[in-house]
């Protein structure tokens, strides 16, 4: 095998002086074995990679320059991280954002979702029992134990409530009662679609008892709206094949009390603590609704949901159970979700979430019940609940101040 010295690449220089001819002291030093270049010329990159290795010290001026390029390598570096760090917080807050969006989707879901299955259950066990205050009682009577249950458990944070905020609730819970049993008397007299359409009239009766009550006077637009309302829920009337008195009359008296609940709530004012939110609210109005209206369930209509009486009536125990079970389920989940949703939008977006879910309500339940609806009665409907969705939109625009 061929050294580096006899291939030709490097070859060995002696370490003896340099003398002139004259024989008098060398020239230079004697200086130690060194490596030198063969006669190929060493180039930029073998230069370069010597440096690398330390075989040939850097000057001071290639020190500066390397110093320099570590710092601007540095730098660029540096701001790579932070590009990097900046675009992951923007993706993780436009993932973020995505996320609220898909959260919020599956409660507007859930709200019709629910909405449906009380309607149609609820409608199916009026049918067959005729009693709305002993339904409306089982449903009130579901929903607080739903409520001590979450109590309990720790999903929602037990209230501190005083007796004073208590007697300030109670009117809130009578008039909450009341509601919710004229809805189930009115779903029990005519079909679920005509029932919503009644309630269609909402608006109206807050505008008319807020201008009574708060003294809120609406906007020149906002009566214009409610002109469709009016009139589309009377062209529905007069058009309805199961019109009748009783459930015309039960439905107003709903939209009455529930209006009244919401004035109330203004006029009264109910100091909260931090425990107190609209959830925890609604489920002590819940449970004080059931103790206000089982006694009068039982000096009225008595118990009609008794084993005994159910079979005596030749109904299907377990049917009727089930369907009572999971519409009250329903009335109170439907409800809890309507809050949550209302603590995550402003309240014009959850009045329009609202008129789409009654024309959800109103399009799943003709078609599972197949109720007849004439060209006009669809006409009237639909002319009513534009009405409503104009009335939302009319509802947040203020009024601008006069100049002075």
């Known amino acids: 095998m061929q050294s580096a010295a006899a291939s030709g690449i490097f070859r060995p220089c002696a370490a003896r002086p340099l003398a002139n001819p004259s024989g008098r002291q060398p020239l230079l030093p004697p200086r130690g074995l060194r490596l030198c270049a063969a006669a190929a010329p060493a180039t930029r990159a073998g230069l370069s990679a010597g440096r690398r290795i330390g075989l040939v010290p850097a000057s001071p001026e290639d020190q500066a320059d390397r110093e320099a390029r570590g710092r601007r390598h540095v730098a660029a570096a540096a701001a790579g991280a932070g590009k990097a760090a900046a675009e992951g917080a923007a993706g993780g807050e436009d993932g973020g954002g995505l996320v609220k969006t898909l959260q919020l989707g599956a409660l507007f879901g859930l709200w019709y979702l629910f909405n449906i299955y009380f309607n149609i259950y609820n409608k199916q066990v009026l049918k067959v029992l005729p009693y709305p205050i002993n339904i409306t009682t089982v449903q009130f009577a579901v929903g607080t134990v739903i409520a001590l249950f979450m109590w309990i458990t720790g999903i929602l944070k037990r209230p501190k409530i005083s007796g004073a905020q208590l007697l300030a609730i109670l009117p809130l819970a009578i008039v909450h009662t009341m509601g919710n049993l004229f809805t189930n008397m009115s779903l ?45 829920v009377a062209l529905a009337s007069l058009t309805e094949a199961s019109f009748n008195w009783a459930g015309f009359w039960s439905a107003m008296a709903s939209n009455v009390t529930f209006q009244s609940r919401n004035v109330l709530s203004k006029k009264l004012m109910v100091k909260k603590e931090e425990s107190l939110d609209n959830i925890n609210l609604f489920s002590i109005i819940t449970v004080m609704s059931f103790f206000i209206l089982a006694p009068i369930t039982l000096l009225t209509e008595g118990v009609k949901v008794s084993p005994a009486v159910l079979q005596s009536a030749g109904l299907n125990l377990k049917q009727i159970y089930m369907r009572s079970l999971i519409a009250a389920f329903c009335f109170h989940a439907y409800q809890q979700v309507s809050y949550m ?64």
Do not use: D
Request: proline residues 8%; charged residues 10%; aromatic residues 8%.
């Open 341 to 404: 949703i209302l603590a995550r939008v402003s309240p014009v977006t959850h009045s329009v979430g609202n008129c789409v879910k009654r024309v959800v309500v109103i399009v799943t339940s003709v078609l599972f019940f197949r109720t007849p609806v004439s060209p006009i009665n669809s006409l009237g409907t639909g002319i009513a609940l534009a009405g409503v969705f104009l009335y939302s939109q009319l509802k947040r625009l203020k009024p601008k101040p006069k100049a002075a």
């Open 188 to 232: 029990g007299k005519v079909a679920v679609s005509f029932t919503h359409t009644i309630k269609a009239m909402e608006p109206f009766f807050s505008v008319l008892l807020s201008a009574i009550f708060l003294g809120e006077l609406p906007t020149p637009w906002v009566v214009l709206s409610l002109l469709p309302i009016v009139g589309g």
